[in-house]
């Protein structure tokens, strides 16, 4: 490029403008995705009671991990992690086992009502009953208050589905066939062929199902009542909640040794943060590509 | 022999018999059929809560729906008469305000980055700007509260350029909320909706480019009459999308950064429903409520998708 402006002739104006545009533009897109995390990171690993004289912007002043040991200390707190990991590890090969099964029937094109069944899916995007309903489902299914109400509702997820069903649909359909010749019925078919096949699809949708359990924190805040069905996003508003009700300042005041309840909610914060930043390479390779996926047709 | 009728003259296999031969996918589809039916289908029976005065009086569900007084569309009738205006107002405001930002500014990420030539450097900004994506909303409003708290980031920064002498008190005054959650949204989802748009620039023939260089286009030139009119399909299914899912403005959001003082504010269709419906416990008011935006929203988003498949013929429409 700058080569060529040499050889060539000068670099138009508009062309700087749009060089410095860009170059702030982007500066700016990355200090406001990145520097909140930093900077929630540095107050989290700061002394708390040097933390509320302010002026935390760039690095700590006085490292202390005070806030980290009292807060993975309290057994509430360990404990929801652990539901928080269960419900994941549960969770997560359940729901890409129902929704890759799902996509792989939906794909055939020989299968018996197929455009009703597709549609009694499809159709779930677009409508549904509303909060007060599904509560009032959940709770005479019995599933409130039990763990099963974090598992079973994530099972399927219709667009996760039509992602693993575009890319099934993408595969030689001679392969399948030369399978059903060598005499291998839908099951060997879906578990032997389709799922070693769609390894790359289904780790993405198994990536955006680990983030959603990871995430979520409604279902256990209204679904559950009893303090260990808690997961660690719920518990992490419950103490977001205690800091806009009793105010910064004024929990300030209530300085223990070298910790306060703001500084207790950063290093919750970070302790739910760092895993997602842990396994980010991880999901922005698979990110991507799921997203192109969907966007070709969804 | 039983298959002595040649295979081109097979009559046709009854319903019974197709089944048989799919009785394995069938077994696969069971589990999400029980699914689709106990999640998706059975709330919706539950919508008939709307028209009844619903009162739980410990018989179970089903037969305190049946004897509860059926009151058509009361409840209906409650909430366009009472706050139904206000609940309105948030909800567009929130949504249209989200559009303002979270709509232009991926599609000039995108185009920056597509500016940039080292891939290192695009790369990181792209890695860097869908981290917010996966994050839960209980960070990212830990986040704004701390940020925007009266002794934040961002009040400092105000005080130091001079904009403001004092704290602002940025969730005590309702509609600063509409910015908050718009600001919020679009943080959210900038890196993720800018990838679509890169995917469409690289989808652009190179020959173009080369032409107009031989034609002496500038840059800002290229970005003009070529990215941008070729990004134009693009734009136009995104927006018509988020038409669409104008009554979509967040649930989770406003739920955990609102607080009492500026409810008039906050207040959003999804909000108001589950506060009457489940934590109030006018279980039928709710429902009402939450019919009345789904039905509203399914209405939008068809005919969203409808308009949608007239700019767009390649599929890109959502059926």
């Known amino acids: 490029m700058r080569t060529q402006s040499v050889s060539n002739k000068k670099k ?73 990991l269960a419900r994941t590890a549960i969770g997560t090969p359940l729901a890409v086992l129902v ?38 489902v959940l709770k005479n299914l ?12 994530n099972l399927v997820s219709v667009y996760n589905m039509i992602l693993v069903r575009n890319y099934i649909e993408g595969m030689p359909e001679a392969l399948f066939e030369a399978a059903k010749i060598d005499g291998a019925n839908d099951l060997v078919v879906f578990f032997k062929l389709v799922i070693p096949l769609s390894k790359p699809i289904i780790m993405t949708i198994a990536l955006f199902v680990a983030i959603m359990h990871w995430n979520s924190w409604f279902d256990a805040y209204l679904y559950t009542n009893s303090q260990n069905l808690k997961t660690m996003q719920s518990i992490l ?19 223990g040794q070298g910790i306060t309840p703001d500084s207790i909610r950063m290093a919750a914060t970070m302790v739910a943060t760092i895993p997602i930043i842990m396994v980010y390479p991880f999901i922005q390779k698979y990110f991507v590509k799921g997203i192109m996926l969907g966007s070709v047709k969804s | ?53 619903y009162t739980p009086k410990g018989n179970g569900y089903f037969a305190d729906l049946a004897s509860s007084q059926f009151v058509a569309f ?23 305000l989200t559009l303002l930002f979270s709509f232009p500014l991926p599609i000039i990420l ?33 986040i704004f509260i701390t940020f925007l708290s009266a002794d934040g980031v961002i009040n400092h920064l105000l005080m130091a350029i001079g904009l403001t002498d004092e704290q602002i008190l940025f969730f005590q005054k309702g509609p600063y909320f509409w910015w908050i959650i718009a600001i919020a949204n679009a943080w959210k989802v900038l890196g993720y909706n800018a990838i679509i748009y890169l995917a469409a620039v690289s989808g652009i023939s190179q020959d173009m480019y080369e032409a107009a260089d ?106």
């Open chain 1, 12 to 84: 138009p104006v508009s062309d700087i403008v749009l060089d410095v545009f860009t170059v702030i533009f982007l500066a700016l897109v990355v200090i406001i995705c990145v520097y909140p995390f930093w900077n929630i990171f540095i107050v989290s690993i700061n002394d708390a009671t040097d933390a509320i004289r302010g002026g935390l912007y760039f690095l700590p002043r006085k490292l202390s991990f005070a806030s980290y040991a009292d807060i993975l200390s309290r057994s509430t707190f360990m404990h929801s992690i652990l539901v928080t």
């Open chain 2, 214 to 319: 031989v034609d002496g286009a500038t840059r800002v030139q290229k970005i003009w009459y070529i990215t941008l009119p070729a990004l134009k399909p693009t734009i136009m299914v995104l927006l018509i999308l988020a038409i669409g899912g104008v009554l979509n403005t967040g649930f989770e959001q406003q739920l955990l950064m609102a607080n009492d003082s500026i409810l008039n504010y906050s207040d959003v269709l999804d909000t108001y429903a589950y506060r009457y419906g489940l934590k109030n416990g006018m279980y039928s008011y709710g429902t009402a409520v939450g019919l009345f935006k789904s039905v509203v929203s399914f209405i939008l988003v068809m005919g969203a998708n409808s308009l949608s498949k007239k700019f767009d013929d390649d599929n890109t429409a959502l059926f």
């Open chain 2, 110 to 142: 995108a185009i920056c980055l597509n500016e940039v030539k080292s891939a290192g450097m695009k790369k990181f900004v792209q890695t860097a700007s869908y981290l917010p994506y996966f994050i839960s909303w209980v960070i990212a409003a830990n």
């Open chain 2, 1 to 53: 022999m039983k298959n002595a009728v040649p295979a081109a003259a097979k009559p046709k296999k009854s319903v019974k018999e197709r089944f048989w031969e799919q009785r394995y996918l069938f077994l696969l589809l069971l589990p999400s059929l029980v699914w689709v039916i106990l999640i998706c289908y059975a709330p919706m029976t539950g919508l008939y809560m709307a028209f009844i005065n």
């Open chain 1, 237 to 255: 508003v419950e103490i977001l909640n205690q800091y806009q009700t009793t105010g910064a300042n004024q929990a300030a005041n209530r300085t």
């Open chain 2, 74 to 96: 009361d409840w209906f009738q409650y909430f366009f008469s009472t706050d139904f205006l206000i609940i309105m107002r948030n909800t567009l405001a929130t949504s249209l």
């Open chain 1, 99 to 136: 929704t890759t099964a799902l996509a792989y029937v939906l794909s055939r094109k020989d299968l018996l009502f197929k455009k009703p069944i597709t549609l009694l899916f499809i159709f779930t995007m677009y409508f549904g009953g509303g909060l007060v309903p599904y509560y009032m």
């Open chain 1, 142 to 153: 019995g599933m409130l208050d039990s763990f099963i109400v974090f598992i079973f509702p």
